[in-house]
């Protein structure tokens, strides 16, 4: 009852201030961190509206943000929308309380927060209901011109700098702090099949230091909990603001970060648990998916067979002290 009625103050207060232009869906924190960069660049002179579903600490006097807890109002705030233009990282448009205005012609526009394919990791139709989709790369260029041409749409694609990652490559603090950060991705087998203990006894055993650094949705669907985290007695790093440059190592699976940690030059191996997959029909589609695509281009792969084999590579990283050089042809970025 009590976020009822903290959301209709909210929703009475809103509805005198949507009439703005320019506002951004922001599900979480975790997303903040990838469409803050947009949403700095369009305060610069204008005022932007921030719709959340929990609140984010931000600052800055042409950002006014509301924040709605309830599932009631989250979609009565949409359906009912004033907007001309409304910039999101959460797919799936239509498919559930993130609906179209009933009331304005709202423009849609979907903003990248991975360099992964849009393909596997999404569910079907995720994109058809946008009206715009940036891509930050020349293959979710071409993926996206597939799905267009597939389902018909009159979806505007549209090259732009992914911003998330020169934010990044601004870092001060470019400190070595821990020899490898593990990081995988949620919706495969990895901590299901005990990967994460295995690979933190190999570490621990050779002294290799380490930060484990578990996905938000991870923790959500219960693929790992806060308890049995704390139960290994380790390091974790659940900053939303990760620091790229604090790791010399990325151990991962198939989340996206394995291809922004390649972008830095940095060392990436993988362990091959089950692809995370949302959408069976991504085999049938003529771009294969750059998660499957780049893994042996850009990184060493490790089987449940072999993971001890992945200690001699860390050391030999490690003692190296250099990362890679050669880059990938079809990457579109503007560094």
Not at 27 to 43: D, H, L, S
Not at 247 to 270: A, R, T
């Amino acid at each position: 009852m009590k976020n009822f009625l903290l959301d209709l103050i909210n929703f009475i207060k809103f509805k005198k201030v949507d009439s703005h232009k320019v506002g951004f869906f922001c599900e979480n924190k975790y997303i903040f961190e990838y469409i803050k960069p947009y949403i700095n660049k369009k305060a610069n002179n204008k005022k932007i509206l921030l719709i959340s579903f929990e609140k984010i600490e931000f600052d800055s006097k042409n950002v006014i943000q509301f924040t709605f807890l309830t599932n009631f109002f989250r979609e009565i705030v949409f359906l009912s929308l004033s907007l001309k233009y409304l910039y999101s990282s959460t797919p799936g448009l239509n498919q559930n309380l993130f609906k179209r205005s009933k009331f304005a012609k709202c423009k849609y526009i979907y903003l990248q927060h991975s360099l992964c394919s849009m393909t596997m990791i999404y569910p079907k139709n995720s994109f058809n209901d946008f009206d715009a989709m940036q891509v930050v790369t020349n293959y979710q260029f071409d993926e996206m011109n597939e799905i267009k041409n597939l389902n018909r749409l009159k979806l505007k694609i549209f090259k732009s700098n992914y911003l998330f990652l020169k934010e990044k490559n601004s870092e001060n603090d470019r400190k070595i702090k821990k020899d490898v950060l593990i990081a995988p991705s949620w919706n495969t087998n990895f901590y299901k099949n005990n990967f994460h203990k295995k690979i933190i006894s190999l570490l621990n055993k050779n002294n290799i230091s380490f930060d484990l650094r578990p996905h938000p949705m991870s923790i959500k669907k219960k693929e790992i909990t806060l308890d049995e985290i704390k139960d290994l007695k380790i390091s974790i790093n659940n900053e939303f603001n990760l620091n790229f440059f604090q790791y010399h190592i990325l151990i991962s699976d198939w989340s996206g970060l394995f291809i922004e940690y390649y972008v830095f030059k940095k060392n990436i191996l993988l362990v091959d648990s089950e692809k995370k997959i949302l959408n069976e029909e991504y085999a049938i589609l003529e771009n294969q998916p750059a998660e499957i695509r780049l893994r042996k281009k850009i990184s060493k792969s490790f089987s449940s067979d072999n993971l001890e084999n992945i200690i001699p590579e860390i050391k030999k990283l490690i003692e190296k002290k250099d990362n890679h050089s050669n880059q990938i042809d079809k990457f579109y970025f503007d560094m």
